[in-house]
């Protein structure tokens, strides 16, 4: 980890990849958004692996018919600061087992967790996945999507599944400097949910209705990032930032 931009503790990841071949490219791909974000900024990875847990997914319809492992996994993600979640492209969309996976997520856990998207085709026709079918899903957990996804085709990887791609390391480098801001204050979801509960309660104890209430007290977490972090990044890399 060669630079620090935020003081608090390691951030809180968790990452998945619905890959389920062993290697997998999209296994390779988040491993490698993983390796950008540590270089960035502390982190603790949970890694969630569909190449080790798919054949446990599919015979369970309710989340405590699970094997022990995923349960554990699934409270690891639902805790998480924020999410790096890949998919193989199958027939257009996730995979099956990587939407049941999902299915098993509490519904109100994952708000405001901001999510890096990530996927990995056999066709660059098929790059608009990220979004179509991955940023709806996580719209559905009212989750905060970051603004640049990831997405590789097989040409990316040599046929050991290393990536070899510059433009696709541009790439990741440039969602990970993106993510950074919002990153910075991923953490404070959970003051900002203290502080929202207090006002509640403050707000049925006071009758009176003409008190001001000013934004900024309500929402203390919600200030506007600071792109100090995002701009070293990238000039630290020294890419262009519009790379496509
Ligand atoms: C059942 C199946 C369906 C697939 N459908 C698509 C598709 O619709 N579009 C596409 O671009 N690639 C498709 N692919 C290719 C995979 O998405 C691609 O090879 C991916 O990188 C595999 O990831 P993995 O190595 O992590 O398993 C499909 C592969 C399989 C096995």
Redesign the pocket.
């Known amino acids: 980890m060669s630079q620090q931009f935020f003081s608090q503790k390691p951030l809180n990841i968790v990452a998945v ?5 062993n ?7 988040v491993q490698e958004i993983i390796n950008e974000l540590g270089d960035a900024t502390p982190i603790e990875v949970h890694f969630i692996k569909f ?1 080790e847990i798919g054949h446990l997914l599919g015979g369970a319809i309710y989340r405590n018919q699970l094997p022990q492992r995923v349960q554990d996994d699934l409270a690891k993600l639902e805790a998480a600061d924020a999410l790096i979640v ?8 996730f ?1 099956g087992l990587f939407k049941h996976f999902f299915d098993f997520v509490e519904q109100t856990a994952l708000v405001d967790v901001p999510v890096l998207l990530a ?8 790059a608009l ?1 990220l979004e179509h079918q991955l940023r709806p899903l996580f719209s559905f957990f009212q989750a905060q999507t970051l603004p640049i996804g990831v997405y ?3 040409r990316d ?1 040599t046929p050991e ?1 290393t990536i070899k791609s510059d433009l696709l390391r541009a790439r990741i480098t440039l969602a990970v400097a993106r993510a950074l801001p919002i990153l910075e204050w991923a953490p404070a979801k959970g003051k900002r949910a203290e502080v929202v509960k207090d006002k509640s309660q403050q707000a049925n104890q006071n009758l009176g209705i003409n008190k001001q209430i000013e934004q900024d007290e309500v929402l203390t977490s919600a200030a506007v990032p600071s792109l100090d972090a995002a701009e070293s990044r990238l000039h630290h890399k020294n890419i262009k930032t519009n790379v496509a």
Do not use: C, I, M
Not at 23 to 29: F, G, I, M, Q, Y
Not at 119 to 126: L, M, T
């Open positions: 990849s619905g890959g389920l071949n290697p997998s490219k999209t296994e390779a791909l190449s890949g998919t193989p492209v199958y027939r257009a969309s995979t996927a990995s085709g056999g066709s660059d026709r098929h996945v590789a085709t097989d990887f599944y």
